[in-house]
């Protein structure tokens, strides 16, 4: 045993504007990434980026961006360009898991058009744009499903700005619920490994497969360098060495894919959260995807 | 058919172009005789509605259709849409009005039982009638078939609990004597839309008020204090002064979880700072840019003494003099109310005796802290219907760190709220390691469980009884009361007869499984916290009702 590589995997994850952007429970969302990277022994830390605050890409493996009012969102806005606009661009562009919910989705993409007064400028790391048509429009709210990656999403909807896509990709597609525009069946926008969605309600307590998407998203990225430059880190890292120092179903295990390595993460008792989500797939008349989702929980744990 | 066409025969416009246009031969007999016509034709008409809204009434509470008092209001409101005006306007002593997120019904209460100890004839809507039909139908109740109030006038006053957003409604057809403005906290935004839209309702209500109007403040939250500026008649401020209670000192050593709703100053945007904080956005503040601040209480509790779980011991200061006053309600929102009801008494020119016998003799609110006997238990029911008010109401419960037996319930419906995301900005992890038997329960029960888990609390120490089970388990051998929602996989794939035994504790769906297994886990002799959400909280009473336990509570069917 070397001495070179005992240590517990580590994540850094930036929460942008924790104090501005917060409307709509997004505390949980951050709440179940620290505890789903607890349970395996990996320390998620958890680093609040207010306004004035630079954004230094090298320092963090994911990122999150909620929603607000948009009384707060214009500051925000600003800030954005300003202070952290750059930093994130290179964040993105060097395949950074981000997550921006409702308002923060909004400013990733190219402009928040608000019913009255001037727009208010997003990022463009999608390529969308979102427009509130009025006050006599009426707002999206409701529960929402939406296919994911042949999977579901579950959450709630509640947003006035109705969001067109132009060549970015859609996270999803709705089964049921508004989506993007409550026209094109569109739901959120993904580039690269940043992800763009109006789904909360929390949206990761109940959908712990997504949550632990990401998690897998950022371990690769920041432990895949390693994972090449020598085999016997990776041994290390594989749960032989640091057996000892964690209790051993805490440990987190990395396996080997040919060719390309994917840390594949513990699976955890997640029946309770499925059990939800399937609840809310039900209360949409999604029956059949709702037996799905239980019937795969169950094949799981027979 | 015959009242419908009876009241679009008199389309108030018309009376109001009568009256100018008769204004030029004031003095002639004919225009009396007009007059007299025309207020004929009122009486009818109030008389009409009086007599239809109580008819509908009776009919629907005979039929078991419901509470029969939404329905009171909304024909009468349909026969004669000026209803409210018409019989407000008989009240003697006017109207005092109360808005807020939180504490609406407490405050009202309050300010009821000392008017009433002050010898004023209350009248005062119930909990979930504080929409206008709730409030047509308050007064449509009190009144004579002639559409007269019944011994109207004679010191007579109404009370009356608005939701935030009916604020600009009943202002048009009420002009409120003193007008209460408690706090504002987000809630139900699914509903009610973003918490700035509220305060720009609150605005509009205001500018449309007369100057006679004294409005009520709560010095200590920001967004309600700024409410004043623009205001032109008398504005009277209450608030806390006790330093001992800010948050930091108390919890100078836990980790705190506090949403906060108004960060930023009211006119510039800059975040607030804070000399002193004793919950969410409630406390002393200031602005550094533009000089905002919290303005100087004109009642104002100089110390505030928890003597016991529901027994605080305040002393409140008004122009040099002191009186102390125990508040038998638990929750340091509760002094707020109570601080609330005795400015706005005290706007009402009342004397100190009535308002503190007021107070101290107040019984808790529909479901504020109530208490119910049951079974040799106690029940207690402490409504939490947004984050601020669980947050408080988990910090009344866990603050003296005894072990509390608990049923949380969480619903969705329309009247809770639809997004349930805000359990998320609860601080249940104030919860942890106090809940001696936590029961969890509603329609979304689902969703509180994960957020218990998430917050610490092991699965196996929680009884999840939802309201219904997953159609998509129906017909597969394993189901949640097999599983008895405690054991972790690996017992229950070796030991499947086990499991028999907890199927016992909750092998059931619903509230009232949920209500008996509670009990059930309560030792006799001991209490029982009921934490739920507004329909939650009817539903319980219905429950208890059906049982005995507790008068029948028409009232809340509406909201």
């Excluded at chain 2, 008017?115 to 005062?124: A, E, I, K, Y």
Aim: charged share 20%; hydrophobic share 35%.
């Amino acid at each position: 045993m070397s001495d070179g590589f005992i240590q517990p995997l580590t994540l850094i994850l930036g929460h942008l504007y924790p104090d501005q952007l917060n409307l709509y429970g997004d505390r949980g969302n951050i709440l179940t990434l620290r505890r789903r990277c607890q349970l395996r022994g990996i320390e998620l830390r958890i680093v609040g980026l207010g306004i004035g605050d630079a954004l230094a890409p090298d320092e963090y493996d994911m990122l999150f961006i909620g929603g607000g009012q948009d009384k707060e969102q214009a500051p925000v806005a600003q800030d954005l360009h300003e202070m952290k606009g750059i930093g994130l661009w290179a964040a993105i562009e060097d395949d950074m898991p981000v997550l921006a919910v409702c308002g923060g989705f909004q400013l990733l993409a190219h402009y928040y058009r608000p019913a009255e007064g001037p727009d208010m400028q997003g990022l463009g790391v999608f390529d969308a744009w979102t427009i509130h048509k009025g006050a006599r429009i009426a707002r999206c709210i409701g529960n929402i499903a939406i296919r994911w990656n042949g999977q579901t999403l579950v959450g709630f909807e509640n947003h006035g700005g109705r969001t067109y896509l132009g060549t970015a990709k859609p996270l999803g597609k709705v089964l049921k619920g508004y989506g993007n525009n409550a026209e094109d069946y569109t739901e959120g926008a993904v580039y690269r490994n940043a992800y763009g969605t109006y789904l909360h309600g929390s949206l990761l307590p109940k959908n712990p497969h997504f949550a632990d998407y990401l998690i897998k998203l950022a371990l690769q990225r920041k432990y895949r360098s390693e994972f090449h430059t020598g085999q016997e880190k990776l041994e290390e890292l594989n749960g032989h060495t640091h057996i000892d120092q964690v209790p051993v179903n805490n440990s987190q295990q990395l396996e080997r894919t040919t060719g390309n390595i994917v840390p594949s993460l513990l699976a955890l008792d997640d029946l309770l959260e499925w059990e939800a989500h399937a609840s809310i797939l039900e209360r949409l008349g999604l029956h059949s995807e709702a037996v799905a989702v239980l019937a795969t929980q169950r094949t799981r744990k027979g | 058919m015959r009242k419908r066409r009876l009241s679009q025969s008199i389309p108030p416009e018309t009376d109001g172009e009568q009256r100018e246009s008769q204004k030029d031969h004031s003095q002639s007999a004919n225009q009396r005789q007009q007059d007299r016509k025309k207020h004929r034709q009122h009486v009818l008409r109030a008389g009409l509605a009086v007599v239809a809204g109580r008819a509908a009434g009776a009919i629907s509470r005979r039929l078991h259709l419901g509470g029969g008092t939404s329905i009171v209001g909304i024909v009468a409101q349909r026969i004669y849409p000026e209803i409210i005006e018409h019989l407000a306007t008989q009240l003697e002593c006017g109207s005092v009005i109360v808005t807020g997120t939180n504490g609406k019904t407490t405050t009202s209460g309050f300010i009821a039982a000392i008017l009433r100890n002050s010898g004023l004839r209350v009248w005062h809507n119930r909990e979930g009638s504080n929409l206008m039909r709730g409030v047509a139908s308050l007064f449509v109740i009190c009144a004579k078939p002639n559409g007269q109030l019944r011994r109207s006038g004679r010191r007579a006053i109404s009370i009356l609990e608005i939701d935030e957003a009916t604020i600009p409604q009943i202002v048009k057809v009420i002009e409120p004597r003193v007008a209460v403005f408690n706090n504002l906290f987000r809630d139900q935004l699914d509903r009610y839309g973003e918490v700035d839209s509220i305060i720009s309702h609150w605005r509009e209500a205001i500018s449309q008020m007369p100057a006679s109007t004294i409005l009520v403040l709560n010095a200590d939250d920001p967004s309600i204090a700024h409410l004043a500026t623009g205001f032109s008649g008398k504005v009277l401020y209450y608030g806390i002064d006790d330093p001992s209670l800010d948050l930091q000192r108390q919890h100078a050593n836990s980790e705190q979880y506090q949403v906060s709703d108004a960060r930023t100053c009211s006119n510039c945007g800059r975040e607030y700072t804070y000399d002193l904080r004793f919950y969410s956005h409630i406390g002393h503040y200031h602005c550094t840019n533009c000089g905002f601040h919290r303005p100087k209480p004109d009642i104002r509790a100089i110390q505030v003494q928890l003597d016991s779980f529901d027994h605080h011991r305040i002393t409140i200061e008004h122009t040099a003099q002191q009186h102390e006053i125990i508040v038998p309600l638990p929750g340091l929102y509760n002094v707020y109310n109570a601080l609330a009801a005795i400015t706005a008494a005290h706007a009402l020119n009342t004397d100190w005796q009535p308002i503190i016998t007021g107070i101290e003799q107040s019984k808790p609110a529909f479901g504020r802290g109530e208490l119910i006997q049951a079974e040799d238990r106690t029940i207690r029911l402490l409504l939490a219907k947004n984050p601020t008010g669980f947050n408080e109401v988990l910090r009344t419960l866990f603050s003296e760190g005894i072990s509390r037996h608990t049923l949380f319930i969480l619903n969705d419906n329309i009247a809770d709220g639809q997004d349930v995301s805000w359990i998320w900005d609860v601080d249940f992890e104030r919860a942890v390691g106090h809940t001696q038997t936590l029961v969890v329960s509603g329609t979304r029960a689902l969703d509180l469980a994960i957020r218990l888990k998430y917050a610490g609390i092991p699965q196996k120490e929680m009884t999840i009884i939802p309201h219904m089970p997953l159609k998509g388990e129906r017909g597969t051998h394993q189901t949640r009361q097999q599983r008895g929602a405690n054991k972790n996989q690996k017992e229950r794939q070796t030991l499947p007869d086990s499991e028999q035994i907890n199927s016992q504790i909750a092998n059931s769906y619903g509230l009232k499984s949920a209500l008996d297994t509670a009990l059930q886990q309560t030792p006799v002799g001991e209490t029982l916290f009921i934490v739920p959400t507004y329909t939650g909280l009817l539903a319980v009473y219905r429950e208890l009702e059906q049982r005995s336990l507790t008068p029948h509570f028409w009232e809340g069917k509406e909201a």
